[in-house]
T-cell receptor, first 111, second 112 residues
């Protein structure tokens, strides 16, 4: 009964390095989302996907790329990490206009 | 474009007192509205949701919220606060396009 699984849980990067965050869901959900959470700013939508092979920009997409090659996976990539991308990243999945299921987050620090 | 405003980044109440967390939304189409709760170092959990029908929605842990279209509000209430209610609360809105937008969050403290 895994739900939404995010890997890794923690990561420290140096400025300019790249990395990929993986989100996997086992509920056959069509919709998947990536958010970042920063103090005092709530959760801001980075990118989202309404189905396999589709992606769309959210509120703060710059500096990130995503891919949804398989329905169960949604990858978030940082090509060249910057200190401003230090944050907690949450993945979520769901069906249209229904509550989302959230992962437990990835804490990323960029030095 | 959708937006959500939560009034008050921090609310403090005494145990047993009324909890009122405010949320106003802006949406160009009839919205679906949600309240989520986040405990420290955890992900978000759904408290309650409004989609259609009855405007007073009851959720888990004794919380409820009322959808008021004329005021574009969806305030969260609980008659009597408990220490275990201390957490951060997020209001969120979605339209038909699948994009779920969150407010800035309100941290609730409960004093003994």
């Amino acid at each position: 009964n895994a739900g939404v699984t995010q890997t890794p849980k923690f990561r420290v990067l140096k400025t300019g390095q790249s990395m990929t965050l993986l989100c996997a869901q086992d509920m056959n959900h069509e919709y998947m989302y990536w958010y970042r959470q920063d103090p005092g700013m709530g959760l801001r939508l980075i990118h989202y996907s309404v189905g396999e092979g589709t992606t769309a920009k959210g509120e703060v997409p710059d500096g990130y790329n995503v891919s949804r090659l398989k329905k169960q996976n949604f990858l978030l990539g940082l090509e060249s990490a910057a200190p401003s991308q230090t944050s907690v990243y949450f993945c979520a999945s769901g069906v249209s206009n229904s509550p989302l299921h959230f992962g437990n987050g990835t804490r990323l620090t960029v030095t | 474009a959708q937006s959500v405003t939560q009034l008050g980044s921090h609310v403090s109440v005494s145990e047993g007192a009324l909890v009122l967390l405010r949320c106003n939304y802006s949406s160009s189409v009839p919205p679906y509205l949600f309240w989520y709760v986040q405990y420290p170092n955890q992900g978000l959990q759904l408290l309650l949701k409004y989609t259609t029908g009855a405007t007073l929605v009851k959720g888990i842990n004794g919380f409820e919220a009322e959808f008021k279209k004329s005021e574009t509000s969806f305030h969260l209430t609980k008659p009597s606060a408990h220490m275990s209610d201390a957490a951060e609360y997020f209001c969120a809105v979605t339209d038909w396009g699948g994009k779920l937008i969150f407010g800035q969050g309100t941290e609730l403290s409960v004093k003994p």
